[in-house]
């Protein structure tokens, strides 16, 4: 393995200073909350703090499960954060030299372990053009049987937020099985699809498809460090829990605790969260129908959009990021961060309270008139 930071975790806000940034519209979740703010009590006086079920605690898998038709408690393994996840499917699945194909822009751990394992990373690229739709003919045609050890795809997608219809998944998960690749689903925005119940879990579509979500995104949790994966394939998931075993034995019994009462209240927790990120979306449409220097692709899904300059704007974006934050306050997620350009930032309207999003969006629109040429 070749490790090496990736610039969204050397720039990213708790490493540079959360006290330094006024308007964090860099962040990829909703607010990070506190038990008291989504009224679950706990006492955790009586827990045994011991080497907990390998697996994952049970209340959790079988919340999890509940979460699509199809899954069962035994297909979940959870780990520490969809990261651990991510990274036990990138290095069982994949020996340096094996073909990969996967999406770009992405979370970039989905491209990085591949990269530190020493995999032939073949790379699709979404672009703003085809308003980031994954080109699935062209996915095929990267695909090649018996060769191709890993597929990844994210959805709801993380810079751009969009969804990948179910059917395409369905005829991407098909074209693997045929290749006799793993396809790997970062399904970690599902819970914050904008319309609608999400689709059953994309691990329903066979043993060859490992979903990923967590605890960080939707419920605001990322210091619980709690996510899964999810395969009904025993055997697979078998290897995935070897992987666990020898990173960590079993994950952490309080913050498994925590996840597992806040999943099983799901039904109440996540409404009023699906509101607020609607009613963040809509403060964003409006600042966006006022302005003519920035556009985007309307995000389907999550709590991100990816925006970027309007292409007549004739702008040093390396002084707009530096007086954003410096002058401003306000703090974006450049597109270096995404294997992009940095006339693209990706948009994190979930986090801040409102207040600070307007006054972030209007921050924005500062910065660029100090940074147009
Ligand atoms: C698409 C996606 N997958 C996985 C992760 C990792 O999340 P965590 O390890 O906090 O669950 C992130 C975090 O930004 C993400 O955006």
């Keep these: 393995m070749h490790y090496r930071r990736m610039p969204i975790e050397v720039e990213s806000p708790e490493e540079l200073g959360y006290d330094t940034i006024t308007n964090n519209l860099s962040e990829s979740s909703v607010a990070d909350r506190r038990l008291r703010d989504l009224g679950i009590e706990l006492d955790l006086d009586d827990l045994v703090l011991c080497y907990g079920d390998h697996l994952g605690d049970p209340d959790l898998r079988r919340a999890v499960a509940a979460s699509s038709p199809g899954i069962e408690a035994r297909h979940v393994l959870v780990t520490p954060g969809a990261a651990t996840a991510l990274f036990a499917v990138a290095t069982s699945t994949l020996e340096p030299g094996d073909h990969a194909v996967v999406v770009r822009s992405n979370y970039a751990t989905n491209l990085e372990t591949p990269r530190a394992i020493g995999a032939q990373l073949d790379t699709v690229d979404l672009t703003f053009d085809d308003d980031w739709k994954l080109d699935v003919a062209e996915l095929e045609a990267r695909v090649t049987p018996g060769v191709t050890r890993l597929v990844s795809v994210t959805t709801p997608h993380n810079p751009t937020g969009t969804v990948l219809p179910h059917d395409d998944l ?24 904008h319309d609608g119940a999400p689709p059953p879990l994309a691990a329903t579509l066979g043993g060859h498809v490992i979903s990923i979500s967590s605890m960080s995104k939707s419920y605001g949790l990322p210091g619980i460090r709690t996510g899964w994966a999810v395969c009904t394939d025993p055997a697979r998931l078998e290897v995935l829990l070897a992987a666990k075993e020898q990173i960590v034995i079993s994950g952490s019994i309080i913050d498994e605790h925590v996840a597992g009462r806040v999943l099983a209240e799901r039904d109440r927790v996540l409404p009023p969260i699906l509101a607020d990120v609607r009613e963040r979306l809509a403060i964003v449409d409006s ?10 692709v309307h995000p389907d899904g999550g709590v991100v959009g990816l925006v970027r300059f309007r292409p007549e704007v004739d702008v040093d974006e390396a002084a707009f990021h530096h007086r954003l934050l410096a002058d401003h306050g306000t703090y974006v997620g450049p597109g270096h961060w995404f294997e992009l350009d940095d006339r693209s930032f990706r948009l994190g309207f979930g986090w801040p309270t409102h207040a600070e999003l307007q006054a972030g969006l209007d921050a924005l629109i500062a910065a660029a008139n100090d940074a147009t040429r």
């Design 287 to 296: 600042w966006f129908a006022s302005q003519h220097t920035f556009e985007w």
């Design 170 to 193: 369905r005829r991407i998960a098909d074209l693997a099985a045929d290749a006799g690749a793993v396809l790997l689903v970062d399904e970690t925005y599902r819970d914050l699809a």
